[in-house]
């Protein structure tokens, strides 16, 4: 049984994907209570004479408002889902999701897998891990289920655990959202409504492991040389089914650079350039 170890992520005033959270059940001591009133007390009295925010703060709380990245947690099942989302991929293959998932309850929670009816063949969870004999980042599914413990939580994040969508059906378009059931291990589901954004950054080569149906390695979303979605490379690597190439990204190349055309599918044939947008 795979526990975990990840620490509460803290906010940041950028609001950033780190999101801040206070441990569940935390009280704030007396004494800080006692301090928290006077200091209440005093600004009624300075009434109307107390500054205004500045304009630099209105600016960002404003910012902060509109992109939903600021925002707090939902939960619609043992889980609140913290800025889930999922990275754009139009020409099919693989492509994963991330976001932060918390147990506030008082049992631990079991992640066991996902699914996206529609969207992808096959929905797994993913582990990245340093391969000692090439030192490149690799990337394979997880053997375990995942324990959620009361108050902790369970980052995704790309270079790290996430969830792998793979053999894409239709095209994850940046801007759209992408609806993913989570399976947890007494039978129950959770919807988790991830955004979908562009976005290149993180090198791994795909090796599926033992217990997969792959047993090639393969690369995360890589193309042929006249094929790609944004941020995907342009190597002549085949998609999921295909030989990976060692240092190959997770979801997007080191450079960035979009490019156009064919892409290589699941099974490492060559597809259609697009594929038809998801339903929303």
Request: proline fraction near 8%.
């Amino acid at each position: 049984m795979r526990t975990t170890v990840h620490p509460t992520p803290i906010r940041t005033a950028a609001g950033s994907p780190s999101a801040p959270r206070r441990p569940a059940g935390r009280s704030v001591p007396r004494l800080l209570r006692g301090t928290a009133v006077l200091a209440l007390g005093a600004l009624a009295l300075t009434g109307c004479g107390a500054p205004a925010a500045g304009p630099e703060a209105t600016a960002a709380a404003s910012a902060a408002a509109a992109d939903g990245t600021a925002a707090a947690g939902t939960a619609s099942g043992p889980l609140t889902v913290e800025r889930p989302w999922a990275k754009a991929r139009t020409t099919g293959g693989m492509t994963g999701v991330f976001g932060t998932l918390v147990n506030d309850g008082d049992s631990p929670v079991v992640l066991t897998g996902a699914s996206a009816e529609g969207v992808a063949g096959t929905v797994e969870l993913h582990e990245t891990v340093l391969d000692p004999e090439t030192g490149a980042t690799v990337m394979r599914r997880l053997q375990e289920p995942v324990t959620i413990a009361p108050g902790d939580s369970y980052v995704l994040e790309p270079g790290a655990d996430h969830i792998m969508l793979l053999d894409l059906r239709c095209g994850l378009q940046a801007g759209d959202e992408l609806a993913l059931r989570l399976q947890f291990e007494d039978g129950t589901e959770q919807v988790l409504t991830a955004a979908i954004r562009d976005y290149a950054g993180a090198r791994e080569e795909y090796r599926p492991g033992e217990g997969s149906e792959q047993s090639a390695p393969a690369s995360h979303g890589t193309t042929s040389p006249a094929a790609s979605s944004p941020g995907d490379t342009a190597d002549g690597t085949s998609g999921h089914g295909g030989s990976g190439e060692a240092g190959t990204m997770h979801g997007g190349s080191a450079e960035g650079t979009p490019a156009a055309g064919a892409s290589a599918a699941h099974d490492g044939t060559t597809a259609a350039a697009e594929l038809p947008a998801c339903d929303a």
